[in-house]
């Protein structure tokens, strides 16, 4: 078994007993990421600073200094997230003309925490879309099936966990991109509320909706990860000061089922089973009939405005990062990458009105959101429609209609984006074809706590989270 | 003397020493108003109910129910906010079909101080302009010359308080509509932080401007409304939690210079006096050199992007407004008023990523204009460039240029409003035409104390506050 497919908390038991050592694992996630090259899952690899890190790590540990379940372990970043020293080119050959002088927030708080920085996942250039086919740093392939999407933007990410590269990497999400890619590669992958975590030394994409979180192999080691980087930042005005509750302490190793005994979940009738390809629907029926099995209770509930929500963001995602690009678009337009090109054409045709109506309903959307969670602690639907779609798909059947891939991939995910409430994706099961469905499992605002431990209670009881695939 | 015309103070003293009573002061408001008539001031004044209410207050002071200085006050309400069994209008044939149902939540906090709402006042079509000449409710007059504006779009309240109808009115500040009918009738006007007030039960303009805040005849009586109307309600999601430091205790009535001592005040260098007519110029250097006399300093500062403030704005301004509007706009052009249809149409054609990049640069001025004042307490500015202007102007010379009057309004009010800084004016003097200047004191976020301290330390040391208009 290559041990990077391990969780951390096995692993770091591992480095503390001695059957392991950061180098070993670092030397392992260079290897493994070399002979996956074909998934493209890295645009590039710092092995020189993360064996030195490593090396670090184990002084650190060898003179008792622990910084905890990280320490030592392999992790990357998406290619949009400043690490000192290294290109931040967010999969576009537009940015990043000299190295990045600082690290990102989030990356000066894994390195506090111990984690080895290995390398830069391989993303949709610019994060404006959701298949990670990037025309400047190559296609990334699925790891359940080379001749599908990982999904994206942060596709890279989710194949780096799935593969075995890293034990946990960050992406970015702005209408879905850390949650699709956890979906499609059978990883799970939180969506941190809107404030949680500072998007200092991050490439924009869209201001009003751009959040950075982990991918991981399980709810809890995805917890590790973001009870280290998220909380207030100088560096970040719109970052909140709300207290963070470590989600990890309250996740036990073995066990948290009994937390679902009582838990009020949440699905939209109508809306969350129907129009989804069969597999998702019964995997993602399944999972819930284990969550009442175990003590949860479902209901039914309604939300206005879920239909007229993918509209909106569609508005919102598309003329904030045009608003971005502008000068770029008018002066190299060529550089862009066709489909991105296009989409940011089509974000200048949008006119304010239409901004400020979509940013409107986006509130009163919350305002019902909020209303209709009142008496449940969570809202379960799938994360996408379907599982992997094959490389080149641009639109999908959906309700019996053709509907674009963006649209299409934001159904479940728009609700958390919108809403600014955190979002984790967890396996569920694979479809027919073997491969991953996910389960989206979203929170009220800066409760990632509960979130977690849902996907970690869930973990506890199934074994869906331990599937690898076929690489 | 007009019983009207004296400070919030000096009537709560008179009402309980028994040299008048609410009733009284009920019927002189309604009789001024009426008086006055030609001055436009009031859409509708609730003679009945007012008379209720005052006797009703009467009555709980005579059995020692002390609602503090408010009580038994008549004051008045702009067109534009609710009053249950009023219409509300906002001075438009297009809103109001049926009377409110429910008191706005600034004026359920108006009553619960007791105070007596005695009318509507008379304000610019929809809140979209700053001259209060309004097609369908009348043309207002300035009390210090009928030839000219009384500024807007809350140019009624300024005149009720000028004039004597009422002790204190409610106005709202979107692009600068309290302050600048404050400066150039004379009277105190305070901007409110966003967030600080709520704006449920308050026809919208533009959704990311919109305040309510007091005129009064001094900074210590718009304190005092200012003290009843702020704070979060559960009614306006956008309120804050900040705490409500209530200003008045710390205002002595007759003092309150002695607190200019080592206050520290900005002033923009080549901006805030320059390309102003000479009298507002000289009248605002003469208050510096009172404060500074005081013994407060004076800090010339460099403010990022002031220049292209207004410009930002008025994307903001122009936008909102359209979004709220659209739909009636294609439906009953014709019942808007020609300049107020004009510039809703102006902002239906702005694209959104324009809007974008204003909100943008918004963020970025106000992060830039924090680090300015991180070592001030205020920063002082002209209200406006001019005194009031004659009826029908559409534009201004300013710094040598035709400026449309809607831009050149927003001259100094664009940094608060950009900001969401708080913002009071106060009287500095009369021009060579005997025409009130204002001077504008922008504090920081939530630091309406500051603000209310300074205005009360100023006027504690001079009389402009004390003159009256010749009507």
């Known amino acids: 078994m290559n041990d990077l497919d391990r969780t951390v908390a096995e692993l770091a038991r591992m480095i503390r007993d001695g059957s392991t050592t950061p180098t070993t694992l670092v030397e392992q996630s260079v290897v493994r990421i070399d002979d996956l090259a074909d998934l493209a899952a890295f645009v590039?690899?710092?092995?020189?600073?993360?064996?030195?890190?490593?090396?670090?790590?184990?002084?650190?540990?060898?003179?008792?200094?622990?910084?905890?379940?990280?320490?030592?372990l392999p992790v990357a970043v998406k290619d949009n997230i400043d690490v000192a020293g290294q290109h931040t080119r967010a999969g576009s050959v537009l940015l990043g003309d000299r190295p990045a002088t600082d690290d990102a927030t989030v990356v000066t708080r894994l390195r506090q925490r111990g984690a080895v920085i290995v390398g830069r996942t391989n993303m949709h250039e610019l994060a404006w879309g959701g298949t990670t086919d990037n025309p400047h740093t190559g296609r990334a392939r699925n790891p359940w099936d080379r001749e599908r999407v990982p999904a994206g933007s942060s596709g890279g990410s989710g194949i780096a966990v799935a593969a075995g590269m890293v034990v946990a990497a960050l992406g970015t999400d702005t209408g879905g991109s850390v949650r699709l890619p956890a979906s499609v590669n059978g990883v799970s992958g939180l969506r941190p509320t809107i404030g949680r975590v500072s998007n200092a030394g991050v490439v924009p994409l869209a201001w009003t909706m751009d959040t950075v979180g982990p991918l991981a192999r399980t709810a809890a080691d995805a917890a590790l990860v973001h009870d280290a980087i998220a909380g207030w930042d100088r560096r970040?005005?719109?970052?909140?000061?709300?207290?963070?509750?470590?989600?990890?302490?309250?996740?036990?190793?073995?066990?948290?089922?009994?937390?679902l005994s009582g838990l009020?979940?949440?699905?939209?009738?109508?809306y969350a089973l129907v129009g989804n390809q069969p597999d998702v629907a019964s995997a993602v029926r399944a999972a819930l009939d284990t969550l009442a099995e175990a003590g949860a209770s479902i209901e039914e509930i309604t939300v206005p405005g879920v239909d007229e929500l993918v509209d909106a963001q569609l508005v919102v995602d598309a003329v904030e990062p045009s608003a971005m690009h502008i000068d770029l678009l008018r002066t190299r337009p060529r550089d862009y990458g066709d489909d991105v090109r296009t989409h940011l054409e089509i974000g200048l045709r949008y006119t304010g009105?239409?901004?400020?109506?979509?940013?409107?309903?986006?509130?009163?959307?919350?305002?019902?959101?909020?209303?209709?969670?009142?008496?449940?602690?969570?809202?379960?639907?799938?994360?996408?429609?379907?599982?992997?779609?094959?490389?080149?798909?641009?639109?999908?059947?959906?309700?019996?209609?053709?509907?674009?891939?963006?649209a299409a991939n934001m159904r479940y995910t728009a609700i958390g984006s919108m809403a600014g409430f955190p979002g984790l994706s967890?396996?569920?099961?694979?479809?027919?074809?073997?491969?991953?469905?996910?389960?989206?499992?979203?929170?009220?605002?800066?409760?990632?706590?509960?979130?977690?431990?849902?996907?970690?209670?869930?973990?506890?009881?199934?074994?869906?989270?331990?599937?690898?695939?076929?690489?």
């Open 44 to 72: 590039s690899v710092d092995r020189d600073g993360a064996l030195a890190a490593a090396a670090h790590a184990e002084s650190e540990l060898a003179t008792g200094l622990d910084r905890g379940p990280l320490h030592g």
């Open 236 to 259: 970040d005005r719109t970052t909140r000061r709300e207290p963070v509750h470590p989600a990890w302490p309250n996740l036990p190793p073995d066990g948290g089922a009994e937390m």
């Open 264 to 270: 009020r979940i949440g699905i939209i009738a109508d």
């Open 353 to 406: 009105v239409e901004y400020v109506q979509a940013q409107r309903f986006r509130a009163w959307f919350r305002d019902g959101l909020l209303a209709a969670m009142r008496h449940l602690d969570v809202l379960v639907t799938p994360t996408l429609p379907f599982t992997a779609l094959p490389h080149g798909a641009e639109s999908v059947e959906l309700d019996g209609r053709s509907t674009s891939l963006t």
């Open 426 to 471: 967890v396996p569920v099961g694979l479809d027919r074809d073997g491969l991953p469905v996910g389960m989206l499992i979203t929170g009220r605002a800066f409760d990632e706590t509960t979130v977690l431990r849902v996907g970690h209670a869930y973990q506890a009881v199934t074994e869906h989270h331990r599937l690898l695939p076929p690489v």
